[in-house]
């Protein structure tokens, strides 16, 4: 499959240069996933943990224990 290059790309590699936290949001079906687990880390050269919170069961795992699931993570996170 391939990708569609996004023109939002360059903006949020620049502000994640500037900032720890960037928050992308928008309708569903419009790649937001797909940007966040494989354009991005790409365009930056980085591993990265990501989770989806679309998933029940990783919901109900982060309710129980977020905390320790967090600090036990050492690489950049990412969320949906």
Same mark, same amino acid.
Do not use: W
């Given at each position: $499959?391939?990708?569609?290059?996004?023109?939002?790309?360059? @903006?949020?590699?620049?502000?994640?240069?500037?900032?720890?936290?960037?928050?992308l949001?928008?309708?569903?079906?419009?790649?937001?996933?797909?940007?966040?687990? $494989?354009?991005?880390?790409e365009?930056?050269?980085?591993?990265?943990?990501?989770?989806?919170?679309?998933?029940?069961?990783?919901?109900?795992?982060?309710?129980?224990?977020?905390?320790?699931?967090?600090?036990?993570? @050492?690489?950049?996170?990412?969320?949906?």
């Open positions: $499959m391939d990708n569609i290059k996004r023109s939002i790309t360059d @903006t949020i590699i620049t502000r994640l240069n500037h900032e720890q936290v960037v928050a949001t928008g309708a569903r079906q419009t790649g937001k996933t797909t940007l966040c687990e $494989m354009q991005l880390p365009r930056l050269d980085l591993s990265f943990t990501y989770i989806s919170f679309d998933d029940p069961d990783e919901r109900l795992r982060f309710q129980r224990s977020a905390v320790q699931i967090l600090e036990s993570i @050492t690489t950049p996170l990412g969320s949906a």
